[in-house]
């Protein structure tokens, strides 16, 4: 099975699995200026609080982010971070889950037989300063609008007189 179908699939357990935990999900949501740090997806519930998932399709995926240190930038904008992984990605990356849990970061992987995620590391809830939980909470609104800047073109209206 190719990454981008993996992927999807990742993303569309981690949504069904934080909806019926009672958040409202938004997948590839930009939570920094120019799209410099951009997370699969960003959950919140009617507490405001901040969920982020980040999924990874194979080992090559984990490691280019991983180098960066790209997903620790992310920590500062939740209160809890989790990974979603496959059965087989998590049995190779499991040498990397103390530095998760140090990180207070949390694992969800697709079990195989179910087709639901499982956690098999929950993470750790962390304070989020109120100016930044302000303005991921104003990302979403922007982005949960029907019209924006970001998906409509400035349209032309002619309006026929129906008076006469």
């Known amino acids: 099975m190719d990454r981008k179908t993996i992927t999807q699939g990742l993303t569309k357990a981690a949504n069904s699995y934080f909806l019926r935990r009672g958040y409202s ?31 990874k399709s194979s080992v090559a995926d984990f490691t280019s982010d991983d ?13 809890r971070f989790y990974w979603v992984l496959t059965e087989d990605l998590a049995e190779k ?10 990180h207070g970061c949390g694992v969800l992987v697709l079990d195989r037989s179910t087709g639901y995620l499982r956690c098999i590391k929950p993470a ?7 100016k930044e939980q302000r303005h991921i909470i104003i990302r979403l609104a922007w982005r949960a609008g ?10 032309r209206i002619f309006l026929e007189d129906t008076t006469q």
Request: contains cysteine; proline residues 4%.
């Open 25 to 55: 999900c938004t997948n590839e949501l930009g939570i920094a200026k120019w799209g410099k740090y951009k997370v699969d997806m960003l959950g919140m519930n009617m507490r405001g609080d901040l969920v982020i998932c980040e999924v």
């Open 67 to 79: 180098k960066r240190q790209k997903w620790v930038n992310y920590l500062p904008s939740c209160h």
């Open 93 to 102: 990356l499991r040498p990397h889950f103390p530095r998760f849990a140090e």
């Open 124 to 130: 750790r809830r962390r304070k989020m300063l109120g």
């Open 146 to 155: 029907d019209v924006s800047k970001r998906n409509s073109r400035r349209t």
